[in-house]
C-alpha cells in the first residue's frame, strides 16, 4: 500500500485501479442484441457528450432475472444494479478509448427496476448503483438520476441502467 506524505493510504490514481481496490472488475463490453451501438458520442467544444445505451445485469452474456416484490428482494436486485453499473461503466470506457479517467463528469443516471406496481423503493435499489460511480469517481458530484419501477426488461433481468458523461477528448 503507498502511503501520503502525511501517513494516510493514498487513493488510486484511476477509476479501474479505485474499482479493482474494492473487488470490483469492469466486463468485456457485451455485444449488442439488437440494431443499436453500446454508445454515442458528440462533439461538445473541447469534449465530447457521451451516451451509453442501456445495460441490463448481465454476467457472462446470462442476466440476473428477478422482480422486486418486497423489501426482501432489495439484496439481490441491489447486486444487480451494481452488475449493470459495472457494465456500463464498461461500455463508458470503450468510449473513452480505454481510459476511463476521461471521463470529466458523470451527468445522468437512469435506472429501470423490473418491480410489482405495490413495490417503492426503486431508489434503494440504484443506490447501489451510485455507490459504484461513488467508488470510480469519488471526486466528482453525483449526477442527476431517476429511478423507474417497469414491469418487464430484456430476459427478465432485474435492472438496466442508462449512463450519460461528459469525455474529456483525447
Known sequence: M???AEGRPSMPDT???RLAAAGLALPPVSA???????FCAVPAGNAQW???SGQVCRRDG???SGQCRTDDDLA???QAAEVSMLNALAALRQACGGELSRVVQVVRLRGFIRATDTFARHPAVLDAASAVLRVAFPDQPLPARSALGVSSLPDCAWTEIEVEAIVGNA
Open 76 to 78: 439481490p436486485a441491489r
Open 62 to 64: 446470462v442476466a440476473m
Open 15 to 17: 477509476p479501474e485501479a
Open 50 to 52: 457521451v451516451s451509453i
Open 2 to 4: 503507498t502511503v501520503t
Open 32 to 38: 449488442p442484441r439488437g440494431h443499436y451501438a453500446p
